[in-house]
């Protein structure tokens, strides 16, 4: 479903999958590659050097608002090549030095 509200539209159930497992020891965040691939084709590819704001400042930033826990997971944003996905595609996601997450794309059930 479409949404004006980013929120909204980008946090129905199942969205935003992690795991099997969350990496606890980056030696350097600002040295990771990422890339998202639609059934196998690259769709977005940046690096977390490219960040409008670092990793240690987001941290910050956040902590000053609300409280961090260990294990917390902070969502920085998207970079440019968000498009549409169907049923029966498959997303790719990966970070460098720690794998890939792959997943289907089924339509929700009524």
């Not at 890339?35 to 690259?42: D, F, K, P, S, W």
């Not at 960040?51 to 240690?56: A, G, Q, R, T």
């Not at 990966?94 to 059930?109: A, D, F, K, Q, Y």
């Amino acid at each position: 479903r479409g949404d004006l509200q980013w929120w909204r539209g980008k946090s129905c159930d199942t969205f935003s999958p992690l795991g099997p497992w969350i990496e606890t020891e980056i030696a350097d965040p600002s040295t990771l590659t990422l890339e998202t691939r639609l059934n196998g084709q690259v769709k977005q590819h940046a690096e977390t050097n490219m960040l409008l704001f670092d990793v240690p400042t987001c941290i910050s930033f956040i902590s000053q608002h609300v409280t961090l826990y260990p294990g917390d997971v902070i969502y920085t944003g998207t970079c440019e090549g968000v498009g549409p996905m169907d049923t029966g595609d498959t997303v790719e996601v990966e970070i460098s030095h720690i794998g890939v997450l792959r997943n289907p794309v089924i339509r929700e059930t009524e």
